[in-house]
T-cell receptor, first 113, second 114 residues
Framework: KNQVEQSPQSLIILEGKNCTLQ??????????LRWYKQDTGRGPVSLTI?????NTKSNGRYTATLDADTKQSSLHITASQLSDSASYIC????????????FGTGTQLKVEL | DTAVSQTPKYLVTQMGNDKSIKCEQN?????MYWYKQDSKKFLKIMFS???????INETVPNRFSPKSPDKAHLNLHINSLELGDSAVYFC?????????????FGSGTRLTVV
């Protein structure tokens, strides 16, 4: 069964600090992996998307890494801001039609002063 | 603004009622989806339409019926609402169905069945 597990489930950090969120998946075969940010009361917004041949992808202060051999990904947030407080969701896609994605349950990040 | 827009944003209704949620996208995408997000924040696909044709129909009670009048619209009708239907429903769209395309999500419709 395809699964995507994220850790930690929740995280509190001080503004300005860095943090790293983890994603392990069992989806196989694998097409791409995405990280989404979901603010409270809003829909998920795409941060990065990586295919199996990509090791890293950056979007501003967000940097995602991918190790397709170990089926692990991480999202590193640099110099956190209060606006980074959100749920971060790892989503893995298998190839083929239908565009079925497997979602992780997310990491709830809170950035405090 | 280019976006995926859903209406209503909030919906409170009694058990047994029938309700609809509407979704429209002006991104020119050819594929649209309905997702359900439960209380644990887990997103699960319900339906997917590509150019008005149903391509994904997960194990969803047949009380849920999607309708796509054109590729820019995907509505969700729910009959005989139950307490367990309470959740946030997200509409999304993408260009293509092959899994390699980015999704754009709407802001969600919070359905509360009382």
């Amino acid at each position: 069964k395809n699964q995507v597990e994220q850790s930690p489930q929740s995280l509190i950090i001080l503004e300005g600090k860095n943090c790293t969120l983890q994603c392990n998946y069992t989806v196989s075969p694998f097409s791409n992996l995405r990280w989404y940010k979901q603010d409270t009361g809003r829909g998920p917004v795409s941060l990065t998307i990586m295919t199996f041949s990509e090791n890293t992808k950056s979007n501003g202060r967000y940097t995602a890494t991918l190790d397709a051999d170990t089926k692990q990904s991480s999202l590193h947030i640099t110099a956190s801001q209060l606006s980074d407080s959100a749920s971060y969701i790892c989503v893995v896609s298998a190839p083929g039609g239908g565009n079925k994605l497997t979602f992780g349950t997310g990491t709830q990040l809170k950035v405090e002063l | 603004d280019t976006a995926v827009s859903q209406t209503p944003k909030y919906l409170v209704t009694q058990m047994g009622n029938d309700k609809s949620i509407k979704c429209e996208q002006n991104l020119g995408h050819d594929t649209m989806y309905w997702y359900k997000q439960d209380s644990k924040k887990f997103l699960k696909i319900m339906f997917s339409y590509n150019n008005k044709e149903l391509i994904i129909n997960e194990t969803v009670p047949n009380r849920f019926s999607p309708k796509s009048p054109d590729k820019a619209h995907l509505n969700l009708h729910i009959n005989s609402l139950e307490l367990g239907d309470s959740a946030v429903y997200f509409c999304a769209s993408s260009q293509g169905t092959g899994g390699g395309y980015g999704y754009t999500f709407g802001s969600g419709t919070r359905l509360t069945v009382v």
